[in-house]
Nanobody, 123 residues
Framework: VQLVESGGGSVQAGGSLRLSCVAS????????MAWFRRAPGKEREGVAS????????YYADSVKGRFTISIDNAQNTVWLHMNSLKPVDTAMYYC??????????????????WGQGTQVTVS
């Protein structure tokens, strides 16, 4: 399984970015995808998660109402739409995946596959 993220960059506070993650190597139809982030000096944090069927979705309280996770299985792609970005959103963002429903969607231990990450910087 390979996960390749793109779409990161530098943006001013209040701006928007859309992260993309293209997955390959999946042979199962039921999986969960998620976005995590790691800010300098902090633990990896769950941002949002989505089932391959499009729902349910889960969000960290810190991003609810600002970020939206979506998935297109035909394109093997999951997106993270980020609006009203804040400096505290600055982090490396990682795409991740697992087979089956996680017990704790926000725990990085629940996920087996990880991308290399894409940097988001908000100033």
């Amino acid at each position: 399984v390979q996960l390749v993220e793109s779409g990161g960059g530098s943006v001013q506070a209040g701006g928007s970015l859309r992260l993309s993650c293209v997955a390959s190597g999946f042979t199962y139809s039921t999986h969960y995808m998620a976005w995590f982030r790691r800010a300098p000096g902090k633990e990896r944090e769950g941002v949002a998660s989505i089932y391959s069927g499009g729902s349910p979705t889960y969000y960290a309280d810190s991003v609810k109402g600002r970020f939206t996770i979506s998935i297109d299985n035909a394109q093997n792609t999951v997106w993270l739409h980020m609006n009203s970005l804040k400096p505290v959103d600055t982090a490396m963002y990682y795409c991740t995946a697992r087979l089956g429903r996680p017990v704790r969607w926000y725990s990085p231990r629940e996920y087996a596959y990880w991308g290399q990450g894409t940097q988001v910087t908000v100033s």
